[in-house]
């Protein structure tokens, strides 16, 4: 299996770093997801990979080999775009197969792996359609298709599901990581959801300004967030991040700041889930009520603060109701706000 690794890599795009001084490495047989907001930089850090742009600074190997100056078919990379790149007037078997005649693999090599392909992606039955022909579903298993014709150890993916609706997207999150399971592929997988990254990655890198902010497994990233944005970015609905002042005030007198703390720098961070309704507490305002069957969010202000409480079943509350909030104090996290940091306590 086939590893992949930044070292110090960077991009400048006049004078302004898209990708800047990252480092991290995609273990051979690992799916790894790069996560981030719009214009954080993981779609350049692929193409960066790909070889379809050309870095500013440090290096880039692929299965220990520095590819920083090589061209894209000198890699060993298969990558899929976001619009799947679909010739119009090819036959789905021609679409998956264009790349192998590129390459003048033989004949019989490329209908034995069109075979295999179409077998593994349910494309038997489809292989004289044309893509105007197919669902949304079945352009993305073309697209898939022609990744695994080309047989390459690293496969790279743009943003692949964006373009599918809600129920599509969760079934192809599932077949992608079978299917890169199976194969024991390297896969660097580039998305802006984060039920994406969590549900299918063995490591996610949460990028933000071209920079890491934290490279780690999802469990990780969503019990130990190493930031207030990475608390806030992960998690559906994301992580409570508040001052401590404000809770303070609201009547949390009992919260215990770390010692040695300067309690006006401090924000206190917890899942929504690891609080409760009571009858005395820290007072809130119910702003909304959102029920969804299996749990209620409540989302209300503290002090003038944002706070959800999501509480399983269903919830009696009212927006514009006065309530009472308890934390649970084994499940808080606390941050520096200067920094926005999580401190990191003995």
């Known amino acids: 299996m086939v590893s992949v690794e930044l070292k110090a890599v960077s991009k400048n795009w006049g004078g302004a770093a898209a990708v800047d001084d990252i480092s ?41 080999r520095d590819v920083t100056g090589a061209a894209p078919s000198q890699r060993g990379i298969a990558m899929v775009f976001q619009n799947y790149a679909l010739f119009p007037h090819l036959s789905v078997a021609e679409n998956i197969l264009f790349g192998l005649k590129v390459r003048k693999v033989s004949r019989a090599e490329r209908d034995e792996r069109l075979k295999r392909a179409a077998s593994i992606l349910g494309l038997t039955g489809l292989l004289e359609r044309k893509p105007s022909q197919l669902s949304g579903g079945q352009q993305q298993r073309v697209a898939l298709g022609r990744a695994i014709v080309a047989e390459a150890p690293v496969c790279l993916m743009d943003e692949p599901l964006s373009n599918l609706d809600a129920q599509l997207r969760v079934e192809m999150r599932r077949e992608i990581r079978e299917l890169q399971q199976r194969l024991g592929i390297t896969m660097v997988y580039v998305t802006h959801d984060q039920v994406e990254a969590m549900t299918m990655a063995d490591q996610v890198v949460l990028m933000r300004a071209g920079r890491i902010e934290q490279d780690a497994p999802p469990d990780q990233l969503y019990e130990n967030p190493a930031t207030i944005f990475v608390a806030r970015f992960v998690g559906t609905p994301p992580m409570n991040v508040i001052p401590l002042t404000s809770l303070r005030a609201a009547g949390g007198e009992g919260l215990s700041a770390p010692i040695h703390a300067d309690p006006g720098s401090l924000a206190v961070g ?46 009696r509350a009212a927006a514009g109701e006065r309530v009472h909030i308890r934390l649970s104090q084994s499940a808080v996290h606390w941050f520096d706000l200067k920094t926005e940091h999580r401190l990191v306590l003995d």
């Not at 009520?289 to 299996?294: F, I, M, P, R, S």
């Open 24 to 64: 991290f490495t995609v273990e051979g047989g690992d799916l790894v997801a790069l996560l981030g907001p719009s214009g954080c930089g993981k779609s350049t850090t692929l193409r960066l990979i790909a070889g379809l742009e050309d870095s500013s600074a440090g290096t880039i190997a692929i299965g220990g």
């Open 270 to 315: 917890i899942r929504p889930e690891m609080t409760e309704l009571t009858e005395a507490g820290i007072a809130a305002d119910v702003v909304a009520v959102e029920y969804l069957g299996a749990d209620t969010l409540v989302e209300t202000r503290i002090e003038g603060q944002p706070f959800i409480v999501r509480r399983p079943g269903k919830v």
